[in-house]
């Protein structure tokens, strides 16, 4: 596997630098599957960029940059010095606000994740509902692995809560947001 280069970002067009950041997450998260067991990783981040740029009109590229880089450092052995010497500062605040300390218990991540979205950047706000949206899109196409319905559930219940304090930021995707909690009868 080749090094990934480290290109200079102030000289790059914008296509180039999205497209460093593709490459750059693709070799991050190359030996990973979403939890299916079937679905390659990275098709996650490209969903959430995608999501932001198609359904949520987002043409900020370094919003649709850390998107495809928002599960890098919590999920690979990415460091946001990394980031940030690939992709600079705002590009790495955004992908640090949207990154779950995995040294804490999970369920005081799943907590700070509702709290924090109350107080994250619009930016981070954006990234984390398109994070979500494509997570309720993959529960409802076919359940991780082991997930009993009860699971589920509460995963629809939880992921609620994280939007409902993000409101305020993109009507289209939370558009699509409440087509899944009305469903689910959560709205
Ligand atoms: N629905 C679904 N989720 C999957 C799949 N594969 C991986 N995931 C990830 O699993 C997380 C939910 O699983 P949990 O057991 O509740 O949480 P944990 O992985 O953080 O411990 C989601 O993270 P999250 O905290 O909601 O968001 P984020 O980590 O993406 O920011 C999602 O990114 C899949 O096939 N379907
Ligand atoms: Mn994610």
Redesign the pocket.
Known sequence: MPAVIVPNMETLHPTAKLMHGLQFAASKHRTQL???NE?P?IN?PINVATILAVEGGISDENVLIAALL??TV??TDTTFEEIEQHFGEDICAIVRE?T?DKTLE?QE??RL?IEHAASSSENAKLV?LA??LD??R??GR???IGWTPERQEQ?YV??KKVVDNMRGTNVELERELDEIFKAKKLL
Do not use: S
Request: proline share 3%.
């Open positions: 979403r939890k299916d679905t990783y996650h928002h599960d919590e999920d949207v779950d999970k991540r799943k994740q984390k994070d979500k997570n309720l993959d529960l076919k359940a991780p995963y939880w992921a």
